[in-house]
């Protein structure tokens, strides 16, 4: 959940950074000084742990039956979830509310970062300037696209609509793959 949350954050930030680079060139070393980087990178340290805090306090509310077996890789908090033999409503409701926080906010940062950077290069005269500065971001942007299609997936697919199979594979990729993507 650690670093789940943590890759979400740094994803925005690096989008923040792209925009910066790309919009504000001439400005770039004044805004993204080294104690504005240190700050961002700390609040996103920060919410992740208390988000990591907060899912791991929920969990240790619930009771669990004697004998059961995760079917995952890891212990992926919706199956947890799953998996209790206690009422779970208030453990879903705050997941819910958690992951659209952390899907929606940093989601929203992200796509606004590349709405500016987009009208930026429209701006751009020159044909050789536009591709450099797409080739640029479309790594990133390919990053930021897997992470979300594939974490929101897990989470806000209902266990009816997919196989725990199809759960697990879409878990590595925005836990495992994303990471090592990442530019």
Known sequence: MLFGALDDFVLTVMAYDRF????????YTVIMNPWLC???ILVSWIMSVL???LQSLMMLQLSFCTVLKIPHF?????QMIK???????????????AIGLLGALPLTGVLYSYFKIVSCIRGMSSAQGKYKTFSTCV???S???????TGLGVYLSSADTHSTHS???????YTVVTPMLNP
């Not at 910066?20 to 400005?27: E, G, Q, S």
């Not at 990053?143 to 299609?149: A, D, E, G, Q, R």
Request: charged share 5%; net charge negative; glycine share 0%.
């Open 51 to 53: 988000y990591a805090l």
């Open 83 to 97: 998996l209790a033999c206690s009422d779970t409503f208030l453990n879903n409701l705050v997941m819910y509310f």
């Open 143 to 149: 990053v930021v696209l897997l992470f979300y299609c």
């Open 38 to 40: 240190a700050l961002l």
């Open 167 to 173: 759960s697990a594979i879409a878990s590595v990729m």
């Open 74 to 78: 890891f212990c992926e908090l919706n």
């Open 139 to 141: 790594s990133h942007l």
């Open 20 to 27: 910066v680079a790309i919009c504000h060139p001439l400005h």
